[in-house]
């Protein structure tokens, strides 16, 4: 469902990424990890548009969407989490979820009140309740603890019904406790749709991925299931150092 | 493990640190011994570096204590710190760019209370241990190589003669032949007896200049060991820093 | 139309004057904002105190350099106590909050000269009278004074932060605060030492220049505006950058009001800022960063 070609990035004489090539599937759960600076977020830059690769292709469904603006391509179904969490702090819960919902819906009429939309009411709510926030609709977003906050996100992506969701270290800043519930909450959504996830929580990565690729130095050094990583002695090496 | 038999020179007794409502530190208790050498492993994201700035009072923990030789600094600014014997070499080196390495050098030189003999004596004592800065004096920090100004990052610290250095990742993107000569420095420091927390991901290089080491992960230590009885190839290396 | 050479030649030494002054006045704007990301717009009222307080010391002493000299430092102790007291505090919250709090502390300076020392301009007299024969001019010697004190005074300061201990410590907090709080710079009195210089050249270019204009209460607001224009075209921050915009803008105002009214001529400087945000926001006389 979407597969890069070739992808590389440089910034004058350095190289973020080298002439990556990905292929993910239509309900992949695809973890990337690597060592930092390993050009893991300039990859999840250029999916979501921000930005511009040097050269290579970004191919969603068959179609090139590479250097497409941010908006454009979340339209055509990729949608993000961001590693600083990027909630509307003195919105409630829901209007985080509903506006990202209504991004989908078009409509001219200025004049109605947005509680009118009500199938856009129903999604919103559907979201936060899949990702086990509809108890906290009414609160605002700026008093929810911070492993809300991150599962806040993720619903905000997922509002926009994505085909492919980029989640940049959704554990970030969690508690062990937290960490769990975002598991288990990534895995009951990663059902219907793709799934991207940069982490450097091993044990999230171990237990959600159903592959892992390895970046390093802006290149892909391996490709696999988890254990066949976890065997891999470059993999190893790049990690150890040794 | 028994307690270093002198008291510690740094004890950080269970801290917690927010960045927000992140929470990064989740409780990090560990002690540095006068002159030891003491090892913080991790991977990317664990608090590694964070431990490191709550020490040097650039992140205020939100619980928990930090002493030096038994007095409490929590909560001290930073220069005070950097006086009372705390040097601090970050990740990214941060050299002042557009200084030249003598002013560099200068920055921490010039306390209070130091006779310019003693400075002369200091200055000439680094750049016989780092000749490459000897000969780039007089050239802005920024013309450096990579490897070369975190020499120039150590060697400032060094200025402020402390008591421990606290040192995150000087072997960072640093060529094979770099890191060899970081293990150095860092023996060069144990003979002047000045204590050092590494932080680091490279395992063997940490393994052969500490004495002891923790393990660090999701913001807590996990564990703790003696380096002599640890081996790159260990399990416990493997569960904590690789996949 | 021909070419009036020598009006030019004339217009050349007066914007040179000029600029010194506004580049003395800017270099401490622009000090300020690059050690500090302070945007001081109490700036001019310290140039204007800096007049009044030269104004009582001349009465007081009779001489005028005495009267530079300690209106000076009083108005650089003044701005010490004005960034603990009020700039201090705001270290680490919203920028606009600091730009607000100079802003006031503008206010309340401008009544108070205004209270204290009434609506009727004040008279300096000129330190150094005399003139010299300048084509078909009489050039008063004192501007030339001026400039070249001006440009004294700003060479010190040069000198101070590439020589001095703690120009050095000016000149690295200023491109890394946290390191140098983190080599054993107490940053917190390096800001209220460059907030203190930066009032104390506002103050003796007040002082210089007070024989050439009134000194009023007002009189601030026609240079702080300029002053801020200099330092967005020389680049904020650069000390270089300042006096060379500061010339280069005074330059083409005096070449301007050749042929145009001096207060259309100071539409150049407009002009000129309007230019360099389009093309070089960074300032005219500094490198562009890649």
Redesign the interface.
């Known amino acids: 469902m979407l597969r890069t070609e070739d992808l590389s990035v440089r910034f004058g004489g350095l190289s973020a990424l080298s002439s990556v090539t990905i292929e993910v599937g239509r309900a992949e759960l695809r973890a990337i990890i690597g060592p930092n600076g390993a050009g893991k977020s300039t990859l999840f830059n250029c999916l979501t548009g921000v930005l511009r690769p040097t050269s290579g292709r970004i191919l969603l469904d068959g179609v090139d969407i590479a250097g497409l603006p941010p908006d454009r391509i979340s339209q055509r179904g990729i949608a993000r989490s961001y590693q600083i969490t990027n909630i509307l702090p003195n919105a409630t819960t829901l209007e985080n979820v509903r506006i990202a919902a209504q991004s989908r819906k078009h409509s001219w009429s200025m004049l109605t009140h947005h509680r009118a939309f009500r199938d856009i009411m129903e999604k919103a709510e559907a979201t936060l309740d899949a990702v086990g926030l509809l108890a906290k609709a009414d609160d605002l977003a700026a008093n929810l603890s911070h492993g809300e906050q991150r599962n806040l996100e993720i619903a905000i992506a997922l509002a926009t019904e994505p085909r492919l969701l980029c989640l940049d270290e959704p554990t970030a800043g969690m508690s062990a406790a937290e960490t769990r519930d975002t598991i288990e909450l990534i895995r009951r959504v990663s059902k219907s749709l793709a799934i991207l996830i940069v982490e450097h929580d091993m044990q999230v990565v171990m237990e959600l991925a159903q592959r892992i690729t390895v970046l390093h130095y802006g290149e892909i050094l391996a490709e696999g299931t988890p254990a066949e990583i976890q065997r891999n002695p470059r993999v190893l090496e790049v990690y150890l150092k040794t | 493990m028994s307690a270093p038999a002198a008291e510690a020179l740094v004890e950080v007794e269970a801290i917690h640190t927010h960045y927000g409502k992140s929470h990064i530190l989740d409780g990090v208790s560990l002690r540095v011994g006068p002159g030891e050498v003491v090892g913080l492993l991790g991977r990317n994201g664990v608090g590694k570096s964070t431990t490191l700035k709550t020490i040097m009072g650039l992140v205020r923990p939100s619980q928990g204590q930090v002493r030096l030789e038994g007095e409490l600094i929590t909560g001290l600014p930073p220069h005070h710190l950097a006086r009372l014997g705390i040097g601090y070499v970050p990740e990214d080196r941060r050299i002042f760019r557009l200084l030249t390495v003598m002013e560099n050098l200068r920055t921490g030189l010039d306390r209070a209370g130091v006779a310019e003999a003693r400075k002369q004596a200091l200055l000439q004592k680094v750049y016989d241990y780092f000749p490459v800065l000897a000969e780039r004096r007089s050239q802005p920090g920024g013309t450096l190589s990579g490897g070369e100004q975190q020499m120039l990052a150590i060697a400032r610290a060094m200025m402020l003669e402390p008591k421990i250095i606290l040192l995150d990742e000087p072997t960072e993107g640093l060529m094979p032949r770099m890191v060899s000569q970081i293990s150095e420095i860092i023996r060069v420091l144990r003979r002047e007896h000045v204590a050092i927390l590494l932080v680091e991901q490279n395992v063997p290089l940490t393994l052969a200049v500490s004495e002891r080491v923790y393990f660090m992960e999701k913001g807590t230590i996990r564990y703790h060991a003696a380096a002599a009885e640890l081996h790159a190839g260990d399990a416990v290396v493997q569960q904590y820093l690789g996949i | 139309m021909g070419i009036p050479l020598d009006l030019i030649l004339i217009q050349t030494v007066n914007g040179i004057v000029t600029g010194m002054i506004l580049a003395l006045v800017a270099s401490g704007l622009t000090l300020i904002f690059g050690i500090m990301d302070v945007v001081n717009f109490a700036h001019g009222e310290l140039f204007m105190l800096g007049a009044y307080f030269g104004v009582l010391v001349l009465a007081a002493t009779g001489s005028f350099w005495v009267a530079l000299v300690v209106a000076t430092l009083m108005v650089a102790l003044l701005g010490a106590v004005l960034q603990v007291t009020t700039l201090r505090p705001l270290i680490g919250r919203d920028p606009l909050m600091t730009i607000l709090t100079t802003f006031g502390i503008s206010l309340v300076l401008q009544n108070y000269a205004l209270w204290q020392f009434g609506p009727v301009a004040r008279k300096i007299s000129e330190p150094v009278t005399g003139h010299f024969p300048l084509f078909y001019l009489e050039y008063p010697v004192y501007r030339l004074v001026i400039a070249l004190l001006s440009a004294a005074i700003i060479g010190a300061l040069w000198l101070f932060l590439k020589f001095g ?1 703690y120009g ?2 000016i ?2 907090t200023m ?2 605060r ?11 009195w390096v800001y209220t030492a460059v907030f203190a210089i930066g009032a104390g050249m506002a103050a003796a270019s007040g002082v210089l220049f007070g024989p050439m204009v009134g000194v009023h209460h007002a009189m601030g607001l026609d240079w702080i505006l300029r002053a801020f224009i200099v330092v967005v075209v020389g680049g904020m921050g650069s000390l270089g950058g300042s006096v060379a915009a500061a010339i280069f803008i005074s330059l083409l105002e005096a070449y301007a009001s050749i042929w145009v009214s001096p207060a259309q001529a100071a539409i150049v400087s407009f002009v000129v800022l309007i230019l360099t945000l389009l093309f070089r926001p960074t300032g005219l006389f500094v490198p562009t960063p ?1």
Request: net charge positive.
């Open positions: 201990k050095i410590w000149r690295a491109q890394d946290v390191m140098a709080q983190a080599m054993g710079i107490p940053v917190p890649k």
